[in-house]
């Protein structure tokens, strides 16, 4: 986040709930991790993505949600 009173970027932390609100990740596979957003059209693509986070981030546990987009029906079984 950007603090333009100050001229400084501010770290805040980034959570699931507020990517849910923001439309430019619908239709996309979501990953949190170290406070830095990774985004995938596939589950595959998530899979590469998850790979590096274990390679160079080894303690951290990443969130992954999907995101479908906003007229998407998705049918639990």
Do not use: C, Q
Not at 18 to 30: A, S, V
Not at 34 to 39: E, F
Not at 51 to 74: F, Q
């Amino acid at each position: 986040m950007y603090d333009l009173s100050k001229g400084k970027i501010m770290k805040t932390k980034i959570s699931m709930p507020e990517l849910f609100k923001n439309p430019r990740y619908r239709g996309k596979h979501i990953i949190l991790a170290a406070g830095k957003i990774y985004t995938a059209k596939t589950g595959e693509g998530v899979e590469e993505i998850l790979k590096k986070l274990e390679k160079t981030h080894p303690n951290i546990t990443p969130e992954v949600a999907y995101l479908p987009k906003a007229r998407s029906l998705i049918l639990w079984m």
